[in-house]
């Protein structure tokens, strides 16, 4: 078998053509390539064939059967929700995870499976945060040997045999490393697991985690990112995103507030530059994610984007989108790597989609912004002990793909009845501008936790510098409390209200509620912006309310973009219908809609094998799972 350097050679050889007509193209990482450009340079599928799309073959995944079990016997903590994996393809392979964990072999041609193999990690217990869920696996080849690797909900990273799926017997402790062990203080495992796929890049096997975002104490697991060896097992190094005494950073956490604070992890997917031997590394924000009175200071790594040599793990540049975080304002999704011409400069760069709604554009290499990011001034808190940043960082372009903050700008204006009546709804509570914190009273946050940007991320077209951002937003509120309970050395903790009714059980803000942003990253301008869906659009009419046209789904943690040559794929649940849609790229405007048997819920993919293309998407959950793989005649 040849070596992944050579899958990427095909993969990318074809990115200045027009056409395509390899025997196979791969699809060898979660985002088509460590660069999370989710991009194919073929076009079999097009706009002039689109509409005789249909299903190639379907795949039940193998956790069905033992989800049913789970319910008749009462487990219903062991149920898993949406089924967010995207496979990747390896030579007419196709390898998968599953939510409970188990890894499966496909023909990528059929659907038909050649293997499974069943880590068993859902029988540790429920895991943290969104429960029994994963997103993709990785693969490595050397030495003559094929591997893919899969981190765990349960907190381990396994080897496999590609060929065979068969534990690799020289990796770890036959053939897995209990990554709960080695981050420099004991911690609890029912907080910490791993939903993301690992990134393999020159030979390094990269791993992050997930911690728990509702904690019991102050002292949980720090979100230390490490590379392994992915032949043997063997601990390369790590980076300490909460770092220790004597190491940069570490004065920005006051009165000792390192040594118990966790989190500051990278929960959502890496990337990196394989030439450059950097890894991109977003990161969220460090234990209470609403009250930062017991952690003052800046907390250097957190919500910030980290380059890092994969080499020796050693920072080679960072930025910090959010000081001293408080609105759970993680950055939620992949760095997507752009080389983009800006003034008549070719830059190789990074740009990183957040919750607040911005788009930061770097030098991948040097770290400087490509556009000015303005330090402003930021309204303060008034909950005691509390110590916010003066001030926040905001990019000067591109402008933001979501509106920010609850004002005139932003409120539902349908009518005079329906604004007064929302005026009425956020009397009760704070609101104002984008980082108004959380309050004893309640705050409103716009967007809310999950963004914004959430974890689909965007694509990008190398063809033409234009960046697509799938985004929606719902306000939240944050209200603090004293902490109870056994609790009260976190000081706050969020309690009572956390959400704010619009007027008539219509949104709070205008629409629209979801939307697709195209931005051109050689200008930093916005190119178009469409509305994501339908949406409620029929409720308002039925309302008496002038016909607004499509006002988008409120969907933030739907699927994330798929691009090609000459199409643009969102799926999205929409109006009770489960839609595969096909957009113009230069538009925005729907060529086509496929309607698919159950919710998409994972990224889609796309390659080639035997001259045809197909794409091929996750849908459903629970105990009706399934892979569904589409092509033309």
């Excluded at 911690?187 to 985690?209: C, F, H, Q, W």
Aim: net charge negative; no cysteine.
């Amino acid at each position: 078998m040849k070596s992944m350097s050579f899958y990427l050679v095909v993969f990318f050889a074809y990115a200045t053509t027009t056409t395509v007509s390899a025997q196979n193209v791969d699809w060898p990482s979660y985002g088509g390539d460590n660069g999370s450009r989710k991009y194919v340079p073929f076009d079999q599928i097009n706009a002039q064939n689109i509409s005789q799309l249909s299903t190639a073959w379907a795949w039940e995944s193998v956790d069905n059967a033992t989800v049913a079990q789970n319910i008749v016997d009462g487990n219903s903590r062991a149920v898993p929700g949406s089924y967010k994996a995207t496979p990747i393809v390896i030579a007419g392979v196709m390898y998968v995870p599953t939510s409970l964990g188990r890894v499966v072999a496909l023909d990528a041609q059929s659907g038909s499976e050649r293997w499974v193999f069943d880590t068993r990690a859902w029988e540790g217990g429920r895991p943290a945060n969104l429960g029994y869920n994963t997103r993709g696996i990785a693969y490595w080849s050397g030495n003559g040997k094929e591997r893919i690797l899969f981190a765990t909900n349960d907190s381990y990273l396994w080897s496999l045999n590609a060929r065979t799926g068969q534990p690799d017997p020289d990796f770890g402790d036959a053939g897995r490393i209990d990554l709960s062990i080695g981050l420099g203080r004991e911690i609890d495992k029912e907080e910490y697991g791993v939903v993301s796929p690992v990134l393999v890049t020159n030979d390094k096997a990269i791993v992050n985690s997930i911690v728990t975002d509702g904690p019991s104490s102050l002292q949980t697991p720090p979100g230390h990112i490490r590379a392994f060896n992915p032949e043997t097992g063997e601990l390369e190094w790590m980076f300490k995103t909460i770092p220790e005494a004597g190491e940069f950073g570490n004065e920005t956490w006051e009165d000792g507030s390192w040594e118990y604070t966790g989190s500051a992890n990278s929960w959502s997917i890496m990337s990196a530059d394989d030439d450059l031997g950097i890894a991109y590394i977003p990161t969220g924000t460090p234990t209470n994610d609403w009250y930062g009175g017991k952690r003052k200071g800046d907390n250097l790594f957190a919500e910030s984007l980290v380059a890092i040599n994969v080499n020796t793990g050693e920072r080679i540049w960072h930025f910090q989108m959010v000081h001293h975080g408080v609105w759970d304002y993680d950055l939620p999704a992949a760095p997507t790597l752009v080389d983009i011409n800006v003034n008549g400069r070719g830059i190789k760069a990074v740009a990183q989609i957040s919750k607040q709604g911005f788009t930061y554009v770097f030098d991948r290499i040097s770290g400087e912004p490509v556009w000015p990011i303005e330090e402003r001034q930021v309204p303060q808190s008034s909950v005691p002990g509390e110590a916010l940043s003066l001030t926040q960082p905001f990019p000067t372009k591109p402008a933001p793909f979501e509106p920010q903050g609850i004002s005139d700008e932003t409120l539902i204006d349908f009518s005079t009845e329906l604004r007064r009546e929302a005026l009425q709804n956020i009397e009760q509570y704070d609101y104002g501008p984008l980082f108004t914190p959380p309050s004893l009273r309640g705050a409103i946050q716009f967007p809310g936790w999950s963004g914004g940007g959430e974890w689909r991320g965007a694509a990008f077209d190398p063809d033409t510098g234009m960046y697509y951002i799938p985004s929606a937003s719902n306000p939240i509120v944050v209200q603090l409390i004293e902490a109870r309970r056994g609790r009260e050395e976190m000081g706050y903790v969020r309690g009572g209200d956390r959400s704010v009714a619009g007027p008539q059980q219509l949104p709070l803000t205008k629409p629209p509620y979801g939307r697709i942003t195209a931005i051109d990253l050689n200008s930093g301008d916005h190119a178009w912006v469409v509305p994501h869906g339908e949406g409620i659009r029929q409720r308002i009419i039925d309302m008496g309310i002038l016909d607004p046209g499509p006002v988008g789904t409120i969907d933030t943690t739907g699927p994330g973009p798929l691009l090609t040559k000459s199409l643009l794929f969102m799926a999205q649940r929409d109006g009770g219908r489960n839609l595969l849609r096909a957009f113009n790229k230069t538009s925005g405007e729907i060529i086509h809609e496929f309607d698919l048997p159950l919710p998409p819920t994972g990224t889609p993919m796309s390659f080639i094998i035997n001259d045809k293309q197909y794409v091929t998407i996750a849908v459903g959950g629970g105990e009706d799972a399934r892979l569904i793989s589409m092509g033309v005649p």
